[in-house]
Protein backbone atom coordinates (compact mmCIF):
# COMPACT_ATOMS: atom_id res chain seq x y z
CA UNK A 1 0.00 0.00 0.00
CA UNK A 2 2.76 2.53 0.96
CA UNK A 3 4.68 1.79 -2.69
CA UNK A 4 1.27 2.74 -3.98
CA UNK A 5 0.79 5.64 -2.34
CA UNK A 6 4.19 7.01 -3.38
CA UNK A 7 3.68 6.72 -6.91
CA UNK A 8 0.26 8.10 -6.42
CA UNK A 9 1.40 11.33 -4.91
CA UNK A 10 4.63 11.42 -7.10
CA UNK A 11 2.56 11.16 -10.63
CA UNK A 12 -1.06 12.49 -10.10
CA UNK A 13 -2.06 15.94 -8.44
CA UNK A 14 -3.96 15.58 -5.12
CA UNK A 15 -8.11 16.40 -4.60
CA UNK A 16 -9.67 18.88 -2.32
CA UNK A 17 -11.02 15.85 -0.60
CA UNK A 18 -7.71 14.92 0.66
CA UNK A 19 -8.04 16.75 3.67
CA UNK A 20 -11.44 14.60 5.19
CA UNK A 21 -8.70 11.87 4.99
CA UNK A 22 -7.03 11.71 8.42
CA UNK A 23 -10.98 12.00 9.93
CA UNK A 24 -12.08 8.96 8.11
CA UNK A 25 -8.79 6.85 8.99
CA UNK A 26 -8.62 7.81 12.59
CA UNK A 27 -12.47 7.15 12.67
CA UNK A 28 -12.54 3.46 11.36
CA UNK A 29 -9.10 2.89 13.77
CA UNK A 30 -10.84 4.12 16.26
CA UNK A 31 -13.78 1.39 16.28
CA UNK A 32 -10.76 -1.07 15.29
CA UNK A 33 -9.33 -0.37 18.47
CA UNK A 34 -12.43 -0.13 20.31
CA UNK A 35 -13.67 -3.77 18.38
CA UNK A 36 -10.44 -5.48 18.75
CA UNK A 37 -8.88 -3.40 22.38
CA UNK A 38 -6.33 -2.40 20.72
CA UNK A 39 -5.13 0.58 22.76
CA UNK A 40 -2.05 1.07 21.02
CA UNK A 41 -3.59 1.33 18.03
CA UNK A 42 -5.82 4.07 19.16
CA UNK A 43 -2.58 5.80 20.61
CA UNK A 44 -0.80 5.20 17.36
CA UNK A 45 -2.94 7.26 15.42
CA UNK A 46 -3.09 9.68 17.94
CA UNK A 47 0.32 10.56 17.56
CA UNK A 48 0.20 9.96 13.72
CA UNK A 49 -3.26 12.23 13.82
CA UNK A 50 -1.63 15.20 16.03
CA UNK A 51 1.45 15.47 13.63
CA UNK A 52 -1.10 15.89 10.71
CA UNK A 53 -2.65 18.22 11.82
CA UNK A 54 0.43 20.11 13.24
CA UNK A 55 2.13 20.28 10.02
CA UNK A 56 -1.32 21.75 8.84
CA UNK A 57 -1.28 24.56 11.31
CA UNK A 58 2.36 25.06 10.73
CA UNK A 59 1.98 25.67 6.77
CA UNK A 60 4.50 24.75 4.17
CA UNK A 61 8.05 24.35 5.45
CA UNK A 62 10.91 25.64 3.43
CA UNK A 63 13.61 23.03 2.09
CA UNK A 64 16.57 25.18 3.69
CA UNK A 65 15.32 24.21 6.98
CA UNK A 66 12.19 24.14 8.83
CA UNK A 67 10.70 25.93 12.09
CA UNK A 68 11.51 25.03 15.51
CA UNK A 69 7.89 23.28 16.10
CA UNK A 70 8.25 21.58 12.99
CA UNK A 71 11.55 19.90 13.42
CA UNK A 72 10.27 19.01 17.26
CA UNK A 73 7.00 17.33 15.47
CA UNK A 74 9.65 15.26 13.23
CA UNK A 75 12.13 14.69 16.17
CA UNK A 76 9.32 13.25 18.43
CA UNK A 77 6.91 11.38 15.95
CA UNK A 78 9.58 8.54 15.16
CA UNK A 79 10.11 8.00 18.92
CA UNK A 80 6.41 7.62 19.95
CA UNK A 81 5.82 5.27 16.79
CA UNK A 82 8.64 3.12 18.02
CA UNK A 83 8.10 3.41 21.54
CA UNK A 84 4.73 2.24 21.02
CA UNK A 85 5.98 -0.67 19.03
CA UNK A 86 7.43 -1.98 21.63
CA UNK A 87 5.66 -1.25 24.26
CA UNK A 88 2.72 -3.98 25.46
CA UNK A 89 -1.08 -3.01 25.38
CA UNK A 90 -2.07 -1.98 29.05
CA UNK A 91 -5.46 -0.74 27.81
CA UNK A 92 -6.93 2.34 27.18
CA UNK A 93 -9.05 3.78 30.25
CA UNK A 94 -6.13 2.05 32.60
CA UNK A 95 -3.52 3.90 34.71
CA UNK A 96 -0.74 2.90 31.91
CA UNK A 97 -3.23 4.43 29.05
CA UNK A 98 -4.17 7.62 31.06
CA UNK A 99 -0.31 7.66 31.48
CA UNK A 100 0.52 7.13 27.72
CA UNK A 101 -2.38 9.30 26.81
CA UNK A 102 -0.81 12.13 29.19
CA UNK A 103 2.53 12.13 28.05
CA UNK A 104 1.24 12.47 24.20
CA UNK A 105 -0.53 15.80 25.00
CA UNK A 106 2.42 17.25 26.84
CA UNK A 107 4.26 16.61 23.83
CA UNK A 108 1.48 18.32 21.77
CA UNK A 109 1.98 21.52 23.95
CA UNK A 110 5.23 21.31 23.27
CA UNK A 111 5.09 22.11 20.02
CA UNK A 112 2.20 24.71 20.26
CA UNK A 113 4.39 27.05 22.45
CA UNK A 114 7.69 26.30 20.69
CA UNK A 115 4.91 27.72 17.68
CA UNK A 116 4.59 30.74 19.75
CA UNK A 117 7.75 31.66 20.96
CA UNK A 118 10.49 30.13 19.04
CA UNK A 119 13.44 30.22 21.15
CA UNK A 120 16.12 30.67 19.44
CA UNK A 121 18.61 28.33 21.40
CA UNK A 122 16.18 25.63 20.46
CA UNK A 123 15.94 26.32 17.36
CA UNK A 124 19.51 26.03 16.44
CA UNK A 125 19.61 22.66 18.78
CA UNK A 126 17.15 20.99 16.70
CA UNK A 127 18.77 22.64 13.70
CA UNK A 128 22.30 21.35 14.24
CA UNK A 129 24.30 19.67 11.37
CA UNK A 130 26.75 17.59 11.72
CA UNK A 131 26.86 16.31 7.79
CA UNK A 132 27.62 18.69 5.19
CA UNK A 133 23.85 20.24 4.10
CA UNK A 134 24.00 19.80 0.78
CA UNK A 135 23.09 15.97 1.30
CA UNK A 136 20.26 17.15 2.87
CA UNK A 137 18.62 20.02 0.83
CA UNK A 138 15.46 17.60 -0.67
CA UNK A 139 13.91 18.05 2.57
CA UNK A 140 13.05 20.80 5.68
CA UNK A 141 13.66 17.61 8.31
CA UNK A 142 16.96 18.42 10.40
CA UNK A 143 19.76 16.07 10.39
CA UNK A 144 19.09 15.44 14.38
CA UNK A 145 15.09 14.56 12.90
CA UNK A 146 16.05 12.27 10.47
CA UNK A 147 18.25 10.60 12.68
CA UNK A 148 15.99 9.54 15.17
CA UNK A 149 13.79 8.80 12.33
CA UNK A 150 16.77 6.06 11.24
CA UNK A 151 17.47 4.87 14.51
CA UNK A 152 13.99 4.34 15.10
CA UNK A 153 13.68 2.33 12.29
CA UNK A 154 16.40 0.18 12.39
CA UNK A 155 15.57 -0.48 16.17
CA UNK A 156 11.96 -1.91 14.63
CA UNK A 157 13.42 -3.85 11.80
CA UNK A 158 15.57 -5.51 14.44
CA UNK A 159 12.44 -6.06 16.80
CA UNK A 160 10.99 -8.17 13.96
CA UNK A 161 13.88 -9.94 12.84
CA UNK A 162 13.42 -11.39 16.37
CA UNK A 163 10.50 -11.52 17.12
CA UNK A 164 7.86 -11.35 14.17
CA UNK A 165 4.38 -9.94 13.90
CA UNK A 166 2.37 -8.62 12.31
CA UNK A 167 1.28 -5.18 14.63
CA UNK A 168 4.93 -4.73 14.52
CA UNK A 169 5.59 -5.14 10.44
CA UNK A 170 2.38 -2.19 10.71
CA UNK A 171 4.57 0.12 13.29
CA UNK A 172 7.20 -0.39 10.89
CA UNK A 173 5.54 0.75 7.74
CA UNK A 174 3.61 3.53 9.41
CA UNK A 175 6.55 4.84 10.45
CA UNK A 176 8.50 4.58 7.32
CA UNK A 177 5.10 6.46 6.02
CA UNK A 178 5.67 9.11 8.78
CA UNK A 179 8.91 9.93 7.45
CA UNK A 180 8.67 10.10 4.37
CA UNK A 181 5.49 12.95 5.11
CA UNK A 182 7.67 14.94 7.70
CA UNK A 183 9.64 14.78 4.55
CA UNK A 184 7.75 16.83 2.09
CA UNK A 185 7.39 19.80 4.88
CA UNK A 186 3.86 19.78 5.26
CA UNK A 187 0.67 19.79 2.30
CA UNK A 188 -1.69 17.65 1.00
CA UNK A 189 1.06 15.43 0.27
CA UNK A 190 1.77 14.87 3.80
CA UNK A 191 -1.65 14.32 4.50
CA UNK A 192 -1.95 11.27 2.05
CA UNK A 193 1.25 9.75 3.61
CA UNK A 194 0.19 10.46 7.34
CA UNK A 195 -3.42 8.60 6.17
CA UNK A 196 -1.59 5.67 4.82
CA UNK A 197 0.37 5.40 7.89
CA UNK A 198 -2.92 5.08 9.92
CA UNK A 199 -4.36 2.42 7.53
CA UNK A 200 -1.33 0.93 7.55
CA UNK A 201 -1.73 1.04 11.42
CA UNK A 202 -5.48 -0.50 11.22
CA UNK A 203 -5.25 -3.18 8.50
CA UNK A 204 -2.10 -4.86 11.06
CA UNK A 205 -4.67 -4.80 13.62
CA UNK A 206 -7.16 -7.18 11.05
CA UNK A 207 -4.14 -9.45 10.19
CA UNK A 208 -3.07 -9.87 14.05
CA UNK A 209 -6.35 -10.55 14.59
CA UNK A 210 -6.96 -13.15 12.10
CA UNK A 211 -3.83 -14.87 13.21
CA UNK A 212 -4.96 -15.46 16.30
CA UNK A 213 -8.18 -16.38 15.24
CA UNK A 214 -6.34 -19.18 12.60
CA UNK A 215 -3.29 -19.74 13.82
CA UNK A 216 -2.36 -21.29 17.62
CA UNK A 217 -0.21 -19.49 19.63
CA UNK A 218 1.16 -22.54 21.63
CA UNK A 219 2.16 -24.60 18.93
CA UNK A 220 2.08 -22.53 16.16
CA UNK A 221 -0.64 -24.96 14.47
CA UNK A 222 -3.50 -23.97 12.66
CA UNK A 223 -6.57 -23.59 14.75
CA UNK A 224 -10.01 -25.37 14.56
CA UNK A 225 -11.65 -22.71 12.70
CA UNK A 226 -8.79 -23.00 10.03
CA UNK A 227 -10.19 -26.64 9.62
CA UNK A 228 -13.51 -25.90 9.27
CA UNK A 229 -12.73 -23.54 6.35
CA UNK A 230 -10.17 -25.99 5.20
CA UNK A 231 -13.22 -29.04 4.98
CA UNK A 232 -15.59 -26.82 3.22
CA UNK A 233 -12.73 -25.69 0.65
CA UNK A 234 -12.35 -29.57 -0.39
CA UNK A 235 -15.32 -30.60 -3.08
CA UNK A 236 -14.14 -34.10 -3.19
CA UNK A 237 -13.00 -37.58 -0.82
CA UNK A 238 -10.86 -36.96 1.99
CA UNK A 239 -9.63 -38.40 5.24
CA UNK A 240 -9.68 -36.76 8.51
CA UNK A 241 -7.91 -38.43 11.26
CA UNK A 242 -8.61 -36.89 15.15
CA UNK A 243 -5.07 -37.03 17.03
CA UNK A 244 -5.43 -37.39 21.01
CA UNK A 245 -2.51 -37.16 23.91
CA UNK A 246 -3.01 -40.16 26.27
CA UNK A 247 -3.28 -39.28 29.51
CA UNK A 248 -2.74 -35.52 29.42
CA UNK A 249 -4.71 -34.86 32.43
CA UNK A 250 -2.42 -36.85 35.02
CA UNK A 251 0.61 -35.17 32.91
CA UNK A 252 -0.56 -31.49 33.93
CA UNK A 253 -2.10 -32.35 37.25
CA UNK A 254 1.61 -34.33 38.43
CA UNK A 255 3.98 -32.47 36.41
CA UNK A 256 2.15 -28.85 35.91
CA UNK A 257 1.10 -27.33 32.94
CA UNK A 258 4.23 -25.65 31.91
CA UNK A 259 5.44 -29.33 30.94
CA UNK A 260 1.78 -30.16 29.46
CA UNK A 261 2.27 -27.04 27.17
CA UNK A 262 5.50 -28.48 26.35
CA UNK A 263 4.25 -32.10 25.54
CA UNK A 264 1.54 -30.49 23.44
CA UNK A 265 4.43 -28.61 21.25
CA UNK A 266 6.48 -31.48 20.94
CA UNK A 267 3.55 -33.66 19.66
CA UNK A 268 2.93 -30.79 17.45
CA UNK A 269 6.26 -30.76 16.40
CA UNK A 270 5.99 -34.32 15.00
CA UNK A 271 2.51 -33.38 13.83
CA UNK A 272 4.11 -31.01 11.19
CA UNK A 273 6.24 -33.42 9.69
CA UNK A 274 3.33 -36.41 9.03
CA UNK A 275 3.31 -37.72 5.36
CA UNK A 276 1.26 -38.09 2.83
CA UNK A 277 0.22 -34.77 2.72
CA UNK A 278 -1.16 -34.06 5.37
CA UNK A 279 -2.32 -30.91 7.13
CA UNK A 280 -1.81 -30.87 10.96
CA UNK A 281 -4.53 -28.32 13.25
CA UNK A 282 -4.69 -27.52 16.56
CA UNK A 283 -8.46 -29.11 17.51
CA UNK A 284 -8.54 -27.62 20.94
CA UNK A 285 -6.86 -28.61 24.02
CA UNK A 286 -4.80 -32.13 24.15
CA UNK A 287 -6.70 -33.06 20.89
CA UNK A 288 -5.18 -32.37 17.35
CA UNK A 289 -6.45 -32.97 13.51
CA UNK A 290 -4.65 -34.12 10.86
CA UNK A 291 -6.81 -33.50 7.41
CA UNK A 292 -5.68 -35.72 3.88
CA UNK A 293 -7.30 -33.89 1.13
CA UNK A 294 -7.87 -36.49 -2.24
CA UNK A 295 -6.73 -39.24 0.56
CA UNK A 296 -8.38 -42.85 1.56
CA UNK A 297 -8.37 -44.14 4.28
CA UNK A 298 -6.05 -46.99 3.55
CA UNK A 299 -3.49 -44.68 1.89
CA UNK A 300 -3.38 -42.91 4.72
CA UNK A 301 -2.86 -45.18 7.26
CA UNK A 302 0.86 -45.99 6.67
CA UNK A 303 1.40 -42.31 7.82
CA UNK A 304 0.03 -42.51 10.44
CA UNK A 305 0.75 -45.69 12.36
CA UNK A 306 4.62 -44.04 11.49
CA UNK A 307 3.26 -40.48 13.40
CA UNK A 308 2.32 -42.50 16.46
CA UNK A 309 5.52 -44.70 16.23
CA UNK A 310 7.02 -41.51 16.19
CA UNK A 311 5.68 -39.83 19.07
CA UNK A 312 6.06 -42.74 21.19
CA UNK A 313 10.24 -42.88 20.58
CA UNK A 314 10.60 -39.22 21.32
CA UNK A 315 12.50 -38.90 24.23
CA UNK A 316 10.45 -36.08 26.37
CA UNK A 317 12.39 -35.47 29.70
CA UNK A 318 11.59 -33.19 32.35
CA UNK A 319 13.89 -30.58 33.62
CA UNK A 320 15.88 -31.90 36.70
CA UNK A 321 16.07 -30.11 39.76
CA UNK A 322 19.92 -29.55 39.85
CA UNK A 323 19.79 -28.16 36.02
CA UNK A 324 20.11 -24.22 35.69
CA UNK A 325 16.99 -22.91 34.29
CA UNK A 326 18.67 -20.57 31.60
CA UNK A 327 21.19 -22.48 29.56
CA UNK A 328 24.84 -21.20 31.00
CA UNK A 329 27.19 -20.43 28.33
CA UNK A 330 29.60 -22.95 29.04
CA UNK A 331 27.66 -26.57 29.41
CA UNK A 332 27.54 -27.46 33.16
CA UNK A 333 27.50 -31.52 33.81
CA UNK A 334 24.63 -32.07 36.31
CA UNK A 335 24.99 -35.00 39.05
CA UNK A 336 20.88 -36.40 37.76
CA UNK A 337 19.00 -36.07 34.61
CA UNK A 338 16.00 -34.70 34.63
CA UNK A 339 13.26 -37.66 34.80
CA UNK A 340 11.70 -39.20 31.37
CA UNK A 341 7.97 -39.29 30.68
CA UNK A 342 6.24 -41.08 27.77
CA UNK A 343 3.99 -39.53 25.13
CA UNK A 344 1.73 -41.54 23.24
CA UNK A 345 -1.42 -40.78 21.08
CA UNK A 346 -4.51 -42.22 20.06
CA UNK A 347 -6.02 -41.87 16.84
CA UNK A 348 -9.07 -42.33 15.03
CA UNK A 349 -9.80 -42.02 11.34
CA UNK A 350 -12.50 -41.74 9.17
CA UNK A 351 -12.78 -41.08 5.25
CA UNK A 352 -15.33 -38.96 3.35
CA UNK A 353 -16.03 -41.07 0.30
CA UNK A 354 -19.28 -39.59 -0.52
CA UNK A 355 -19.93 -36.14 -1.40
CA UNK A 356 -23.53 -35.90 0.68
CA UNK A 357 -21.15 -36.20 3.94
CA UNK A 358 -21.09 -33.02 5.48
CA UNK A 359 -18.03 -32.17 7.63
CA UNK A 360 -19.18 -32.51 10.79
CA UNK A 361 -20.54 -35.85 10.13
CA UNK A 362 -16.64 -37.07 9.02
CA UNK A 363 -15.31 -35.46 11.92
CA UNK A 364 -18.09 -37.32 14.06
CA UNK A 365 -17.60 -40.69 12.57
CA UNK A 366 -13.33 -39.96 13.15
CA UNK A 367 -14.35 -38.78 16.70
CA UNK A 368 -16.05 -42.24 17.39
CA UNK A 369 -12.70 -44.17 15.86
CA UNK A 370 -10.75 -42.52 18.13
CA UNK A 371 -12.59 -43.19 21.46
CA UNK A 372 -12.43 -46.77 20.23
CA UNK A 373 -8.34 -46.17 20.09
CA UNK A 374 -8.74 -45.00 23.84
CA UNK A 375 -10.95 -48.07 24.63
CA UNK A 376 -8.56 -50.45 23.05
CA UNK A 377 -6.03 -49.58 25.09
CA UNK A 378 -4.71 -46.47 23.96
CA UNK A 379 -1.07 -46.05 21.59
CA UNK A 380 -2.82 -47.04 18.54
CA UNK A 381 -5.01 -45.97 15.33
CA UNK A 382 -8.68 -47.20 14.88
CA UNK A 383 -10.84 -46.35 11.75
Known sequence: MLLATVVYVSRWPLPDATRFLPYSV??????????FRRSRLLF????????DRALVWLGPQPLDGGSAAFQAVALLLPANIAGLALVAERGTLTPAG?????LILLQVSVVVVLRGSEPAWIASLLGVSILPEAWFDWTPVSQPALAAAAAAIVLLVVRLLLQPNATGRGFLWALVASVLALAEGGGAASTVYFSAGGVILVASVIEASYF????????ALPTRRALGDALLRIQGSYTVAMVDVDRFKGVNDTYGHHVGDQMLRLVAVQLQRVGGGGNAFRYGGEEFAVLFPGKSEEEVLPHLERL???????????????????KPETPVP??????????????????????????????????????RAKKAGRNRVKT
Open 98 to 102: MRRLV
Open 334 to 371: TPSPGKQVSVTVSIGVAERADRRSAPSEVLGFADAALY
Open 212 to 219: MAYRDNLT
Open 44 to 51: GLLVIGFA
Open 308 to 326: RKNVEEVAFTLRGAARPAD
Open 26 to 35: FAAGLLMSWR
